[in-house]
């Protein structure tokens, strides 16, 4: 219970920073070329597992359906469900095929990268497949998938670096 409370909330409270620091950045709907959220769907399903998962699935389909998409409840229910399921995919995946185990006591950088790019492939595909069935304006493209594809990576990486950060510095005052 838990992971899926903490999924939720800061699951949006970051997509809602991530919406207000990169407005500028967006290419489209629901493609940005900096996505932070991406990185805590990764972390959070890493972490959380199942539980994580349904929780960024449930915030996901509220922000959207209150959000910019059109408030259309199977478009949001898929929207929400790849947006947490895409996540935990590349989790399942990445336990199972490149020995990483499942409590993350020997994820190494290389292993974490895989698991990185894994994790966007699916994310930036299904959700661009998902919104070419669905028949939204302006999404659905190569060019699409190719920019939400980059955005999750830089988004990832880039939230990584930032947590990276933080802990070192943590370290650094607890010493001194």
């Keep these: ?6 999924s939720i909330f800061s699951y949006s409270i970051l997509f809602y920073l991530n919406d207000w620091l990169t407005s500028h950045l967006a290419y489209g709907l629901g ?3 900096i996505y932070l ?8 399903t890493l972490v959380f597992g199942l539980s994580g998962a349904v929780g960024i699935a449930l915030a996901s389909f509220m922000i959207c359906y209150f959000g910019q998409f059109p408030p ?22 990445v336990v199972s095929n490149v020995n990483v185990s499942p409590d993350l006591s020997n994820l190494s950088l290389p292993k974490l990268a895989l698991c990185i790019l894994i994790y966007a492939l699916l994310s930036a595909g299904l959700h661009q497949w998902w919104f070419a069935v669905r028949g939204l304006d302006e999404t659905g493209s190569f060019n699409h998938f190719l920019v939400m594809l980059l955005g999750d990576v830089l988004g990832t990486v880039l939230l990584v670096g930032l947590i990276k950060a933080g802990l070192d510095l943590l370290k650094r005052s607890q010493r001194a």
Excluded at 1 to 6: A, S
Excluded at 72 to 93: D, K, N, Q, V
């Design 37 to 44: 959220p991406a990185g805590l769907r990764l972390f959070l």
């Design 72 to 93: 259309e409840l199977t478009t949001c229910i898929g929207i929400g469900l790849i947006s947490g399921f895409a996540p935990y995919l590349a989790r399942i995946f």
């Design 31 to 33: 493609v940005n070329w």
């Design 1 to 6: 219970m838990t992971g899926f409370l903490v």
